[in-house]
């Protein structure tokens, strides 16, 4: 009762890192709060996947598994999350904000009438008066995220319904396992007594998946190019020096938008974030919208002619110069000074 839940993507048996990183957090959150953290595991073959979600800090793992419920598909997915949470009264409900978690998400939330908070970026634990109805609430989950094109951050609260659900997006937190010897209790579901034949009306015939070609968020090192590279030809520089480095390239929104790179290699509010070792900025401005994807990289080298660009804010070194004139000698004595 009360307590902070976790829905886990799975996929060929594993979990995946959205998940991972949710729990790292909600672990966070339910000490705050003085409750327990539990996740739901709902696929085939799942034995010993508690294993895996322990070291989390996990309390409870509800395991649901049937060969009918992988892979995901959404009316039998929905009808054990919503009996589950009815059943078990969550005060949170976390999930990815992926392709299954924004069609999982607002079935659940309709169902429950617990409105839902998608694309968070934040999660907090604070308090909020309502001074027009003179009423303190406590221990609220504040859902912070970009909105109106990323030109704000809202804080957005749910005072009244329960849980309050959000959906994150992958890579904005921290995966930290705790505790490799933590231990929580397992409870194995009877999937008849949340789901119905009729929701398991689709299945899935044949299924093909495409993987990513672009691994951009694993990258130790990523040289990225906003929209001072000037034209799709100026990125090959980047691409030339990201092999130099054994590095991925990306891109800043407004790089992407003039059609200079691939969404795929989007970094910002509205694209991936991420945490290499090496983040070299070419041509970027350093707008909030981009700077909330990459600043907590290890360290951060801005290559820019402007030398009051907001990106040097954050950068551990500045080299104010032309993209130009810049990637190709650090190419040139990399070279060299790697022989």
Same mark, same amino acid.
């Not at 409750?35 to 799942?46: D, N, S, T």
């Not at 040097?312 to 190709?328: L, Q, R, W």
């Given at each position: ?279 070299? *900025?070419?041509?970027? !401005?350093?707008?909030?919208?981009? +700077?909330? @994807?990459?600043? %907590?990289?290890? $360290?951060?080298?801005? /290559?820019?002619?402007?030398?009051? *660009?907001?990106?040097? !804010?954050?950068?551990?070194?500045? +080299?104010? @110069?032309?993209? %130009?004139?810049? $990637?190709?000698?650090? /190419? ?8």
């Amino acid at each position: 009762m009360n307590n902070v839940f976790v829905y886990c993507e799975i996929e060929d048996g594993l979990i995946g890192d959205v998940s991972l990183e949710l729990l790292t957090k909600g672990r966070t959150l339910a000490t705050q709060l003085s409750c327990q953290l539990e996740a739901v595991a709902i696929g085939h073959k799942l034995n010993g996947i508690e294993k895996v979600l322990f070291p989390y800090g996990v309390d409870v793992v509800h395991i649901a598994d049937d060969p009918r419920l992988a892979p995901y598909t959404t009316l039998p997915h929905s009808a054990i999350l919503i009996k589950l949470f009815q059943q078990e009264k969550p005060q949170i409900a976390l999930m990815g904000a992926t392709s299954v978690g924004r069609d999982l998400g607002p079935r659940v939330s309709s169902a429950l009438h617990s409105g839902l908070t998608a694309d968070c970026t934040a999660l907090e634990i604070g308090s909020h008066e309502d001074k027009k109805a003179d009423k303190v609430y406590e221990n609220l989950l504040y859902q912070i995220r970009p909105a109106f094109g990323g030109n704000i951050v809202a804080t957005i609260i749910n005072p009244d319904c329960r849980p309050q659900m959000a959906t994150v997006r992958e890579g904005v937190m921290k995966k930290e396992p705790i505790d490799p010897a933590y231990k929580g209790k397992v409870n194995q579901l009877n999937v008849a007594d949340y789901v119905s034949d009729t929701d398991f009306a689709v299945s899935v015939i044949e299924r093909h998946v495409e993987a990513s070609k672009i691994n951009i968020k694993s990258a130790p090192i990523i040289v990225s190019g906003g929209y001072g590279m000037g034209s799709k030809d100026g990125f090959k520089l980047l691409f030339d020096l990201a092999a130099v480095l054994g590095g991925e390239v990306g891109a800043s929104r407004a790089a992407v938008d003039a059609g200079f790179a691939d969404h795929a290699r989007q970094i910002g509010q509205t694209g991936v974030t991420v945490r290499p070792k090496l983040y070299i *900025a070419c041509g970027i !401005s350093g707008q909030i919208q981009h +700077i909330a @994807g990459m600043q %907590e990289s290890s $360290i951060i080298i801005a /290559i820019n002619n402007d030398p009051a *660009a907001p990106i040097n !804010s954050v950068a551990d070194y500045v +080299i104010t @110069g032309d993209v %130009e004139t810049v $990637i190709p000698k650090l /190419i040139k004595y990399y070279k060299k000074n790697s022989k």
